[in-house]
Each structure stands twice: as C-alpha cells, then as structure tokens.
T-cell receptor
C-alpha cells in the first residue's frame, strides 16, 4: 500500500514568510509525528499526535511553529515568520500504536530553505 | 538527559570486510534501541530493534547496558550496505531520539 507522503518535496521561501507543510499518513495509522532534520544531524522530535489531538508538542522550538490534525488523518505543520535557521528537512512519520513501541514509518520529507 | 552518540561521521570499508557502527546512549531507565537506515534517495526506514534480537540483512546489534552501547555489526560488508545509519532511543512509547548518523561507504 501507499506509504507516508509529504508535500511539497521542496519549499523555498523568504525570511519572514509563512509556510505550510503537509503530511498524509498511512491509512489507519492513528499516531503521527513530525521531526526536523538539520544538515549533518539526526532527526529531532517536534510533535506527536494521537488521533486529532497533540499529545506532546514539547519539541516545537518556539511559538512560530504550530501543527494541526483536524480529522485525525492529514496533518499540517505551520511555520510563521520564517527564519534562516528554520531551513531543514521536515520529516513526518506515522504508526499504529500497539502494546509496545510501534514502528514509525517515515515519509520522504520536505526540504525547507529560507533565504 | 537522554542522548545518543554516534562518534563516527563516516566509516569506509572494503567489500567483504567486517563492519561495526558505534552507538552509545545515556538513558535513565530501561532503554529501547533501534537502528534506522537511509539508502540513497530513499526514506528513513527501520533496520532492527534490540528487543527483536534478529538479524536483518546480515546486521546484528547487541545491547550492552554496562557499556551503554548498541553497536551495529556485520561480518562481511556488501556494496549495497552503503547508506546513512542512525541509532535511536525510544524516550517514551512514541518519541525517538536519534544520533547524528554514520555514513557507511563500502568500496568494491
């Protein structure tokens, strides 16, 4: 079946602009995660959704970052007043939680470049 | 604080040579550890997890709580093993903490 998809694959924007990044999880996966991967680093956790609610948003760097998942499926990561330091690959993952740590399936990522 | 350290940014070996990708962690509790792999132009995918105690594509990893390590090993590297490898720690039932990754290059 189809894996996690993310759009756009690349986004170039100017400092100060607003951007939205979209994630389509695997059908039936109730858990959704956003990570950010800066150059030369591993992915860093941003936020976790269980269904429609954000169960843990402790990884969001500041209040310019916000994410929603209104119907418990597609999620949008929103970044206001972008800064050059926001440039990174933003990864989305989904899983179907079980009794132990469930495997997270990753999307291809959105490469964000802030000029 | 919970942390995963991969000391090598690049590991270059010849085909058929043994491979060991190092991973050390700090965690207060019983850790659950994973190795993820990213092949060229592909997405990040799970390679193996310590609780499974299985060998995937010839790779194994043993959790050593005394040394707080979870090194990834393969006795005979193949060219198709060339990829980025990330060690990760589950900080809860859902949150992964990743190391900075090691690029494995297997030369013919």
């Amino acid at each position: 079946g189809a894996g996690v998809s993310q759009t756009p694959s690349n986004k170039v924007t100017e400092k100060g602009k607003y951007v939205e990044l979209r994630c389509d999880p695997i059908s039936g996966h109730t858990a959704l995660y956003w990570y950010r991967q800066s150059l030369g680093q591993g992915p860093e956790f941003l936020i976790y959704f269980q269904g429609t609610g954000a169960a843990d948003d402790s990884g969001l760097p500041n209040d310019r970052f916000f994410a929603v998942r209104p119907e418990g499926s597609v999620s949008t990561l929103k970044i206001q007043r972008t800064e050059r330091g926001d440039s990174a690959v933003y990864l989305c993952a989904s899983s179907f939680p079980g009794t132990s740590f469930a495997e997270q399936f990753f999307g291809p990522g959105t490469r964000l470049t802030v000029l | 604080a919970q942390r995963v350290t991969q000391p090598e940014k690049l590991l270059s070996v010849f085909k058929g040579a043994p491979v060991e990708l190092k991973c050390n962690y700090s965690y207060s509790g019983s850790p659950e550890l994973f190795w993820y792999v990213q092949y060229s132009r592909q997405r990040l995918q799970l390679l193996l997890r310590h609780i499974s105690r299985e060998s995937i594509k010839g790779f194994t990893a043993d959790l050593n709580k005394g040394e707080t390590s979870f090194h990834l090993k393969k006795p005979f590297a193949q060219e198709e093993d060339s990829a980025m490898y990330y060690c990760a720690l589950a900080d809860s039932s859902y949150k992964l903490i990743f190391g900075s990754g090691t690029r494995l290059l297997v030369r013919p």
